[in-house]
């Protein structure tokens, strides 16, 4: 009986570790067989660190492919703190190599974590240190690859393009506004190590490689922006502006050539500089009282609704106009005598577009408002635009119309106003502005997805578009903005003169000058705004001091777009101290004894007796007794 019993127990044992045993080997071979790939994943994320490796975001480039902002290669430094032998040697090379504090790398490299990185200080190291921390070879220290963001032509285009932060993330500007187009994946260099940090051999390290992002090419042309960078530096340095700003637009499509916002910053260190001035893109942020450049709205409104045919019918300036008590005046002491309405706009006679808004009255002056985008934004792709400000319709009443009819009492943006002065030469369509003209694959540099112009609606008939670039036209040539007038182009243009204000107050002794032109005003290419603030030591007004800055940039452009110069532009008018102009004559082909001139300076370079190159080009209009340079070979 206890044989049976024993021999029962001693059964039911053997079945009892059977099953356990089966129970094992079941468990292994799910383990083993059914889920390897899952606990071998598991696995080795526990043993693997993760090394970062940044990719590279996606280029901006100008309208030629040149790039504007893009990412160089470069290195950082990230610590295994498992694996460091030598905890005190390792911070002292390391705190001479990156000049960080001693006591800071301390506390990076005992904290409890797999791995960390040593920053700032070991983000984005010099070549140089990066040869120095290798050939220290420090244990549980690696170098990592990683990318710096590097805006070659430094200042320009500062607050168009923005800046990244220490991490490649777009922070301001275009590289805010497109930073998930622009930022790429980053890829991992994983290590295997033991429990105590030890490298294991057994297994083999793993790199996944990192993404890139897509390039964007904006409409900026840089050889336009070059020219406007070069006159607004001047501006600021001639006049010590508190600011100056530009723009340039093709008044046809609504690409942006150009935009320049004075003073800026450098974006591969904008740490240095003011929130005021990062934040601050003039042509599309700030809005003020536009002076007379708005008078090309009132007119041309008029204009559309015929209220009077501008070389015949007539207005009587007499130098102010009375409006609800209050006194309008001319800029000119006892006005301008009887004129035709050309010529008021030609002289800037505010009386007469106090005239001309009343004769609009508030339901159309307030239509053309809308019409021209006044009070909106221009939905251009850029952070940061304002809408402007305009009297509410209620508000509206005779004298808020009358003081908006020449500029005054309303305010706008730079990119309202050259938007709105494009319709008006363009023929008639008012047309959105946009600055991305594409989005490119970073490797196969394919256009991914490409900007069309825009038309928003027809503003003006192309007869009104007509008779407004005639009428500009004519303002260069006899009006206010004789000094932008450019010898051999067809340009039309309006100057401005607007008292600054600040708090519903205005400054005494400050202006905001500037000058709105567009060349050739028969089939315009360009339309270039620039504006400064409160420029000092000058006589304030417009047209004699934006308007030659306006013009030098015209003169150099307009040969680069391909424009051919004119025969029959209108004569400027000539003024007692304006300097005699002549036209340098063709000296190709000529011996040196041919060439002669009464009223220029003529000097020879070169051996030879033959004239192969003259500077400048025959039919330049230069001001007498210039100098010609004429470049001598033999035959």
């Known amino acids: ?247 340039a637009v093709n008044p046809n499509t609504g690409e942006i050539l150009a935009m320049v916002s004075k003073p800026d910053f450098d974006p591969n260190h904008y740490q240095d500089a003011s929130q005021e001035i990062i934040n601050r893109n003039l042509p599309v942020w700030k809005s003020y009282e536009p002076g007379s450049t708005f008078k090309t709205v009132t007119y041309s409104a008029a204009l559309q609704e015929e209220l009077f045919d501008q070389f015949r019918d007539t207005y009587y300036d007499k130098g102010y106009e009375i409006v609800e008590g209050a006194r309008l005046k001319s800029w000119k002491a006892g006005g301008h005598g009887l004129q035709t309405y050309v010529q008021c706009l030609q002289n800037s006679s505010n009386p007469c577009f106090v005239h001309i808004a009343q004769d609009l009255g508030k339901e159309k002056m307030l239509h053309y408002l809308s019409e021209f985008n006044f009070g909106s934004k221009t939905g251009v792709d850029l952070p940061g635009e304002s809408s402007g400000i305009l009297f509410s319709e209620d508000q509206f009443d005779l004298l808020e119309m009358s003081t908006t009819g020449f500029g005054q009492g309303i305010s706008v943006t730079a990119l309202q106003l050259v938007m709105a002065f494009s319709a008006q030469i363009n023929g008639g369509i008012y047309v959105q502005p946009y600055i991305t003209k594409a989005m490119i694959h970073p490797l196969t540099k394919d256009v991914l997805f490409e900007v069309e112009p825009n038309e928003l609606r027809r503003v003006l008939s192309e007869e009104t578009s007509l008779k407004m670039r005639a009428a500009l036209e004519t303002v260069v040539a006899y009006g206010g903005a004789k000094s932008g007038y450019v010898y051999g182009y067809k340009t039309g243009g309006k100057t401005g003169t607007a008292q600054k204000a600040v708090d519903g107050r205005y400054l005494v002794g400050e202006y905001i000058l500037s000058y709105l032109a567009a060349a050739p005003i028969d089939d315009p290419k360009i339309v270039i705004y620039m504006a400064l603030d409160a420029p000092k030591n000058n006589v304030q007004y417009g047209g004699t001091v934006v308007a030659p800055l306006v013009k030098n940039a015209l003169e150099d452009i307009l040969p680069y777009l391909g424009v051919e110069k004119s025969e029959d532009m209108l004569k400027r008018v000539q003024l007692w101290n304006d300097p005699v102009m002549v036209e340098v004559d063709n000296y190709l082909g000529k011996t040196r004894k041919q060439c002669k001139s009464t009223n220029l300076n003529l000097e020879f370079y070169g051996e030879g007796d033959v004239v192969i190159e003259q500077v400048p080009s025959a039919k330049t209009v230069v001001n007498e007794y210039s100098t010609v340079w004429l470049y001598l070979a033999d035959e």
């Open 1 to 247: 009986m206890l044989k049976m019993k024993q021999k029962k127990r001693i059964r039911l044992l053997m079945i009892c570790s059977i099953l356990i045993f089966g129970c094992i080997l079941l468990k292994l071979a799910d383990l083993q067989l059914i889920h390897r790939d899952f606990y071998t994943e598991k696995a080795e994320d526990l043993w693997q660190r993760d090394f970062v490796v940044a990719g590279l975001r996606g280029s901006i480039l100008d309208c030629h492919g040149n790039i504007l902002a893009g990412d160089i290669p470069s290195t950082s430094v990230v610590a295994v703190p498992a694996q460091i032998e030598n905890l005190e040697l390792t911070i002292k090379v390391l705190s001479e190599i990156l000049d960080k504090d001693e006591d800071s790398l301390r506390t990076q490299l005992t904290r409890l974590a797999s791995s960390s990185k040593i920053i700032p200080e070991g983000k984005l190291i010099t070549n140089d240190q990066a040869a120095r921390i290798e050939e220290a070879q420090l244990q549980g220290i690696y170098l990592v690859q990683d990318s710096k963001r590097y805006y070659p032509n430094g200042n320009y285009l500062a607050q168009v393009l923005g800046f990244t932060g220490s991490d490649n993330q777009g922070l301001a500007g275009l590289e805010l506004q497109y930073d998930e187009i622009l930022k790429a994946n980053s890829g991992s260099m994983k290590i295997p190590f033991d429990a105590k940090g030890h490298p294991l051999t057994i297994y083999e390290e793993q790199y996944v490689a990192p993404g890139q992002g897509i390039d964007i090419m904006l409409t900026i042309d840089t050889n336009i922006q070059d020219v406007l960078e070069r006159e607004c530096n001047n501006a600021m340095a001639m006049y010590d502006c508190d600011s100056a700003w530009a723009l």
